[in-house]
């Protein structure tokens, strides 16, 4: 569609901001909303169906607006409502202003780096409790990666995007013969791409994989080695033990050896990173309690300040490295 058009007398198309397979996205004006900027997700016909949609696609549609009508959620964009017109199925959602980890991977690579470690587990820390919503609802994205993840500029929250490959865990937990693939090759797990079956350890394996891209700045077909079936990344970047421990078993080939809930590994990273800190906040408060009356010389050379510094996911600025 051309910018401009006006879909439902309500919705005036802005640009087209991306396509799938499924469909195209645009950025829109909601008239009825002082003109707010919304996003408007159009399904496309299976390819060798004209512009005729068929069963598949009204069922895919009907399913991604009930599961995003139930969601209620800061880190997911919100559902503003579905229609058809002229034979044409559209979703409308909250327009989120920001830059999705891709994007601002490139910006990194652009500059000679990739992500820091204290910025993998700070947003680790801040995703996982938006997937963790999603399990409880029995709901599995089956789509994590750098595309499907962003960063609102407004508060630097990340945001879980894109969720026409997510479906009800009941109906994916048993290998089926006519079961649909989906997920992005080299993100999804071997389960979900073999078998159709997915879990919510499948979501933290794409989430594994996304967070090693970040840190290596390498693709995941670079990081695994096919012919023996396993990951290959500690050499290409070094973390802590705790977190590439951490990681590997995110990683993990089989869904038992991974951790069952994004709570598990939200409960874990933050216990380390409260560990880590804790010699910082000892060693302060005993120069404190050791430190001696003022005098010229320390009122000429004050004491330096500690702060934790918190992500930051913008090339331009920077943050302190984390002690192993």
């Excluded at 479906?167 to 389960?191: D, M, R, W």
């Excluded at 394996?205 to 967070?211: D, G, K």
């Excluded at 939200?266 to 001696?292: D, I, S």
Aim: aromatic share 8%; with cysteine; charged share 25%.
């Amino acid at each position: 569609m051309s910018p401009g058009v006006l879909l439902r007398d309500r919705y005036r198309i802005c640009e087209a901001i991306a396509e799938g397979g499924m469909g195209r996205t645009y950025l829109a004006e909601d008239l009825e909303r002082f003109c707010e900027p919304c996003v408007i997700k159009e399904f496309l016909p299976s390819s060798g169906r004209g512009q005729n949609l068929g069963q598949k696609e009204r069922e895919l549609f009907a399913r991604e607006a009930t599961l995003l009508y139930r969601l209620d959620h800061p880190q997911i964009p919100q559902f503003r409502g579905h229609f058809e017109e002229e034979g044409r199925l559209f979703l409308v959602q909250e327009y989120i202003d920001g830059a999705t980890l891709r994007e601002l991977l490139q910006q990194r690579q652009q500059q000679g780096e990739t992500f820091r470690e204290n910025e993998i587990v700070e947003l680790l820390l801040q995703l996982l409790p938006a997937l963790a919503y999603l399990h409880r609802q029995n709901i599995v994205h089956r789509d994590i990666s750098p595309e499907n993840l962003m960063v609102r500029s407004r508060d630097r929250l990340p945001m879980v995007l894109d969720f026409g490959a997510s479906k009800e865990l009941t109906a994916l937990t048993q290998p089926s013969s006519t079961a649909t693939v989906v997920g992005k090759f080299g993100y999804a797990p071997p389960e979900q791409l073999q078998t159709g079956q997915a879990f919510p350890s499948s979501d933290l394996y794409a989430l594994a994989v996304t967070a090693l891209e970040l840190l290596t700045g390498q693709s995941p077909v670079e990081l695994y080695n096919a012919r023996e079936l396993r990951w290959e990344w500690h050499d290409a970047v070094a973390v802590s033990p705790v977190l590439a421990s951490i990681l590997d078993r995110m990683l993990a080939r089989q869904p038992g050896q991974r951790y069952n809930r994004a709570e598990e590994v939200l409960t874990e990273l933050a216990a380390w990173k409260t560990a880590r800190q804790q010699p910082k906040t000892v060693v302060a408060t005993v120069a404190k309690t050791m430190a001696p009356p003022r005098t010229r010389y320390a009122t000429k050379n004050p004491p330096a300040r500690f702060a934790w510094e918190w992500l930051s996911l913008r090339s331009e600025e920077h943050t302190s490295e984390l002690q192993s």
